[in-house]
Structures are given as C-alpha cells and as structure tokens.
C-alpha cells in the first residue's frame, strides 16, 4: 500500500487523514511518512546488500531532525555539505563515523568542526582544498580521510541545473587534475587519500550515466594503485530517481546490477549517498484555495496558499509535481505527465499559483484537475525532498509546519514559523 492514498473521496497519509491534520494545524503543511521513509531506504539497502554498501542519507534533501533520526536508528550514515547539516547529523544520533562531507567551498571553520568530530571523510574538490584539509589536519594533531570526488564529465541527462559531472560544472575534480594530486600525495603528510567519490546530479532515469563514469574511474582506480595509494571505498553518491508523475521508473536493483560489478572489480567498500530516492515520495506540501480567478481571456487561475517559497522546484527546475484535491470523488490519474492533462469533461484546466510577487510563483501550468472552490485541499505530491529544506521566508511568509506520520498517529517535527520568527535577530536601529 502506498503511504499517501485515497479511500472514502479523502487522501490519507498511512492510517490518518490528511484533512484531521490539517484541521489542527493549518495550511500549507508538510506531511512525512516514517514508513515511507523506511521502505524507501531497506529497498536500498537490500539492493545493496550483497556488498555490504554504507548508505549515507543526503541531509540537504530534507534535513529535519527527526527524519534524519529515524534514518539514524535505522543504521544510516549522513552525506552533509555544510557545518551547518553535519551540526544536524550530529544532533540527530548520527554516527560521526559514518559521516561524509562534500562540497566545493568547505571554509577551515567548517574543516575544523569535522575533524573535531572525527567524521568519516571529507569528499574533496579541489587542490586548494586538500592543502586546506592537510593544513587543519596538522593543527589539529590528525590525520584526515580524504575521497576524491571525481568529474568523469558524463551527462546524466537530468536538467541542466541539476547535473554535476560535467567538464562545465563547478563540482569534483576531473582526472588529469586528479592525477597530479595522485603524483603529490605523500606531501599531504596529515592526509590519506582512501576513497574515490563520484555524484552525477540528480534525478537519473538510467544506469547508464552511473556505468560510464565507473568504466572511467576504473582506470583512474588502477592508476592510483599503481602509484601506491591504496584506495578502498567506492562512493557513487546519489542522484536515484523516483516517479514525479506515476510512470514506472528504474529500481534499485536495476543500478545494483549494473553498478555492482564495478565495485567488487575494484575490490572496494561501497558508499552510496541518496536523498530524493528515500524522501522524495515519502512527504507531500498540502495547501489551501485561497481564491479562484479567470481573465478575460478565458484563462483559469488557481490561488494557493502555498507559495514559490514553501516549495521552489518548480520555479527552480520547471519541475513537474502532480497535484489533486484532498477531498474528491474523482480518481487521481494513476499517470499524469506534462503533456497528458488535456481538459476532459467536469475538469477544468488551470494555473495552480501561489501568492508570492514573482511570475515564476506557479506549481502547475494548464493543469486538469476536478473544480475546487476557496478553502478546498490541495495535496502537492513527491515534496519530501528539496522541499522544506529549500524554503525560504520571502515575501515575509513564515516558513511551513511539517508533520510526520506513523501508522495512526502524527506529531508536529516542526513548528509553523510565526511574525516574530520572521524579525527575531534583527535589530531595529
Ligand atoms: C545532493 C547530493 C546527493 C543526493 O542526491 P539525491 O538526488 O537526492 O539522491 C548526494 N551526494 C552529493 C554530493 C550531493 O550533493
């Protein structure tokens, strides 16, 4: 059964209804599964299971204390980029041990907090800052353990602002350069470089882009031992897909087949880092009506009290979310995809928009959807990653509640930001 589904004409997260949610907490809200959230990583886990693969949980996909607890208890490591999400692992009963940092502009502050706290490894991105690493390593009287992140240039044929292996973007370390780091190696006398990293960019339909890059950094990896630096974990990030619109989409076994043979080839330790897969459908945004509005021109807007900055991915990617009311008679599309919401009979076809004063402020264009009217429920799906965490306060709207829900019951994981909220640490000079 899937975790969020309609019986009786109202959708249901688990065992409860997402209007006796709303009806206590307002909207817009964000509502979490805890046993989506655990499906989605045993699924993982199984797939990788014959290797043993650490899974360290993306925290920027949804970085609320209690999902990154539940995951923890689960026995999941965190993949953080930043001081601010490892300060979020650490609170959440992370175990430093299974930590992992990348990211390409770590400052020596933040440098310093993980060595401090003896994580895991640094997934590192440039030269400058494995000088920085070994330099703060020194001071502090450790060694550090260092992947290379490596740029393979691959397309993962995901959206340009989401793809990160390419020659052109800003991430990893591309191979020639890699090398030379290879060749100066042992002068990073407070360093040991024992992991190849690599993360394509995300969401990725196919193994495809996965095995490329594993053909090129099998030969890198060959390289490295040649030259003595014994490398023994594979971390091949994240960037697993989910289905945005119902269609069927890859599984995690259909990238353990092909991903796996790389791996025991380079008799390597596997380190895979997902986000979207584990919280992607495991959380919906769920706003209300606030007005219905057409122009003269025949075109129907829907108002929404969920905004650009509840949810950025759509203004951010044009990303597709399929979206119905919480209370219907009419069945969801089991498949709903850009180009299939035509207008059919008693639909209408809509703009869903929020309130905030910027065009791109729009969840859903031409949309088919059954009539609502003010007040009615929207159920945004497959917000539970890059949702909350990408939310922002702009426009002065306080930032969202967000629920988490087990079987028959749910809890409030965070609190609805209030006016003060908005204006606390500033001074009014
Ligand atoms: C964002 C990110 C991930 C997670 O990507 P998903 O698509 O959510 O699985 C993994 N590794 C790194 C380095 C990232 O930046």
Request: net charge positive; glycine share 12%.
């Given at each position: 059964m899937d975790a969020f589904h309609y019986d009786g004409n109202t959708l249901y997260c688990e065992r409860v209804k997402i209007k006796d949610i709303v009806s206590e907490t307002g909207t817009p809200v964000y509502i979490y599964s805890k046993n989506a959230i655990l499906t989605r990583f045993n699924e993982l886990k199984t797939a990788f299971q014959e290797v043993d693969a650490t899974i360290c949980f993306s925290v920027k996909s949804n970085s609320n204390l209690s999902v990154c607890k539940i995951l923890a208890d689960e026995g999941s490591g965190f993949d953080v980029v930043s001081g601010g999400e490892l300060f979020r692992a650490l609170k959440a009963g992370g175990k430093p041990s299974k930590i992992v940092f990348a990211g390409v502009g770590k400052t020596d502050k933040e440098i310093q907090y993980a060595l401090e706290n003896d994580i895991f490894m640094f997934n590192v991105e440039s030269i400058a800052e494995i000088e920085h690493i070994n330099a703060a390593a020194c001071r502090a009287g450790k060694t550090a353990k260092v992947a290379l992140r490596i740029n393979p240039d691959i397309d993962a044929k995901t959206h340009a602002k989401t793809t990160?292996?390419?020659?052109?973007?800003?991430f990893g370390i591309d191979l020639i350069v890699a090398e030379t780091i290879i060749e100066k190696a042992k002068a990073y006398t407070n360093v040991t470089i024992c992991g190849i990293h690599v993360h394509l960019g995300s969401?990725?339909?196919?193994?495809d882009p996965y095995v490329n890059a594993l053909k090129k950094i099998t030969m890198f990896m060959e390289k490295c031992r040649n030259a003595g630096i014994n490398i023994q974990y594979l971390n091949i990030g994240g960037g697993y897909c989910i289905s945005y619109t119902g269609e069927k989409v890859i599984e995690p076994k259909d990238y353990s087949t092909q991903i796996l043979p790389f791996a025991k080839e380079m008799k390597c330790r596997v380190i895979m880092e997902p986000g979207r897969f584990i919280t992607g459908n495991s959380g919906i945004l769920v706003t209300s009506v606030i007005y219905n509005k057409q122009n003269s021109h025949g075109k129907k807007f829907v108002i929404c009290d969920a905004a650009m900055n509840d949810l950025l991915r759509p203004a951010l990617y044009d990303a597709f979310h399929r979206i119905w009311p919480v209370n219907t008679s009419v069945a969801m599309p089991d498949v709903e995809t850009p180009d299939t919401s035509v207008a059919k009979q008693g639909m209408d076809l809509v703009d869903i928009v929020g309130p905030v004063c910027e065009s791109s402020d729009v969840f859903a264009k031409d949309r088919a959807i059954p009539p609502v009217n003010e007040g009615d429920l929207l159920a945004i799906f497959?917000?539970?990653?890059?949702g909350f965490t990408m939310s922002s306060s702009y426009n002065s709207r306080p930032r969202s509640c967000e629920i988490l829900v087990d079987r028959d019951k749910y809890i409030v994981i965070r609190k609805r930001e209030t006016y003060e909220d908005l204006i606390a640490g500033e001074e009014l000079v």
């Open positions: 990160t292996g390419k020659k052109e973007n800003k969401p990725i339909y196919s193994a497959s917000a539970g990653a890059y």
